[in-house]
């Protein structure tokens, strides 16, 4: 489903970059529900992700079509294919080579949760040799911990709710995941716990395909002018995820 926006505050090389076909197709993933937080009375996703585009195709000027994706991982997968114009998903190198993202717009610690009776007790005691993690395959943290890890054995499942299957069934010794989801997580395991701080920090942002040089930098300004304005801290009021997506630092 599309929706409609008149005013434009974007040049015509902007329009033709992010919205060449007179509509902002934002590919949006469903998994993250913190950005998503549901879906309206017409079946159109909903929360601050969803928001973010609906405001950027208003300044636009053009219609807004939100494409809903099960996993992030989809949706680097598509880039560069021209099914999307601008997508909502955690940054991270290996997607960067394909998407000109933003600075990030909203954080959200990533760290573990580890089974009742577990010696671990600090992040830092995860990665040693026969330590093994499940996570879900291809999110931004599983990107970053492919990077990072070294010595534990990271134990992949194709999303959120696999990744807690395979955790409580094959008896893994640690699952990662964002804090707020490991959270509810932890209500459902008897003595689970949730380590303190985090291994990184998974950093919301927008993007569109790489070489689209003036959609690029209106994307960056929209997301820079929605920190500082205060918007972005709006939205996650709006939704009622505060405390736990926090507004990202202006971009250096």
């Known amino acids: 489903m599309s929706e409609t926006s008149r005013n434009s505050s974007a040049s015509p090389e902007v329009v033709r970059d992010l919205a060449a076909s007179g509509t902002l197709r934002a590919a949006i993933n469903m998994s993250n529900f913190l950005l998503v937080t549901g879906r309206t009375r017409s079946g159109e996703p909903e929360g601050v992700s969803p928001d973010m585009a609906r405001e950027l195709a208003r300044q636009l000027g053009v219609r807004l079509e939100l494409l809903p994706y099960g996993t992030p991982g989809e949706i680097a997968d598509d880039a560069g294919t021209g099914v999307w114009d601008i997508a909502n998903i955690g940054t991270e190198p290996k997607r960067a080579e394909k998407i000109d993202f933003t600075a990030a717009y909203c954080e959200i610690q990533a760290t573990y949760l580890v089974p009742a009776g577990s010696r671990i007790k600090a992040i830092e005691e995860v990665d040693r040799l026969g330590v093994r993690v499940a996570v879900s395959a291809r999110s931004a943290y599983d990107l970053w911990l492919e990077r990072h890890v070294r010595h534990a054995e990271l134990v992949r499942a194709e999303g959120l709710d696999a990744s807690l299957e395979l955790f409580v069934h094959k008896g893994l010794d640690a699952l990662a995941g964002l804090r707020p989801r490991l959270v509810s997580d932890a209500e459902k395991l ?49 939704h009622g995820v505060q405390g736990r997506l926090s507004v990202a630092p202006l971009a250096q």
């Not at 008897?190 to 920090?201: E, N, V, Y």
């Not at 790489?210 to 918007?231: M, Q």
């Open 190 to 238: 008897p003595g689970a716990r949730i380590l303190d701080g985090q291994f990184t920090a998974v950093q919301q942002a927008m993007g569109c395909t790489r070489g689209r040089h003036a959609g690029a930098a209106f994307l960056r300004e929209f997301v820079e002018t929605s920190k500082a304005s205060g918007f972005v801290a709006g939205l996650i009021a709006k």
